[in-house]
């Protein structure tokens, strides 16, 4: 009896732990080639994306960038467009996460902008970032936006910028609870109690 105790009290704590961590790890990208790695020649043409003429690609270090509009200046403004298609596989909460940059400005190079939206064929415009500089050194940072997403719809994220670039896009189910990943913890738990009231009536 003592080990059936024992291995009931052990089941409801790993059922008890297995319930805490049962939320799922965050899912892989929906997005292809969200880090800028793969495209068809030396400066332009990036794998699984649409884009406009003024997008280039940006190597530094290694490290793949998406520029957009990256050679405009005040006399010649330039404005790079790139966006890419995804389906959303179930309705929940999504991270979409991506680095950006804006290149230093002055009176000569003019100013630099980068904006990005999600979009779908039905609802509004979702704006993830919009900002601009006029002067000033480069400046840099990580997006995130927490969006919630209906069901088996296509989306299309785009990035319309001037003297900027992008990398690392990433589109994600946030992780949530499992349904009932509790319920082996409630019927552990009553088993137990079950256990100790027929012990109480044997004593």
């Not at 105790?5 to 805490?20: C, D, H, I, P, R």
């Not at 793969?38 to 490290?63: A, H, L, P, Q």
């Not at 966006?83 to 929940?92: C, K, L, M, P």
């Not at 296509?154 to 990433?170: K, L, M, P, Q």
Request: glycine fraction near 10%.
């Amino acid at each position: 009896m003592t080990f059936v105790k024992n291995a009931l009290a052990a089941g409801a704590v790993v059922t008890l732990l297995s319930s805490s961590i049962g939320p799922a790890l965050a899912a892989d990208n929906l997005l292809n080639n969200g880090d800028f790695g793969i495209y068809t020649n030396s400066t332009t043409r990036f794998s699984d994306w649409t884009e406009s003429d003024s997008v280039t690609r940006n190597n530094i270090s290694g490290n793949n960038w998406a520029g957009l509009g990256f050679g405009s200046t005040a006399a010649n403004p330039l404005s790079g467009i790139i966006s890419q298609s995804f389906t959303a596989s179930f309705a929940g909460t999504y991270s979409v996460s991506f680095d950006w940059l804006l290149r230093a400005v002055n009176s000569t190079v003019g100013s630099a902008s980068l904006s990005a939206i999600l979009t779908s064929g039905s609802g509004p415009a979702v704006t993830l970032l919009s900002l601009s500089k006029s002067s000033g050194g480069a400046t840099s940072n990580t997006s995130v936006t927490s969006v919630q997403l209906a069901a088996l719809t296509e989306y299309t994220i785009e990035f319309t910028g001037s003297r900027a670039r992008i990398d690392n896009v990433n589109v994600a189910a946030v992780p949530g609870p499992i349904a009932g990943a509790g319920l082996p913890l409630l019927l552990g738990l009553a088993g137990y109690g079950a256990f100790r009231r027929r012990k109480a009536v044997a004593a």
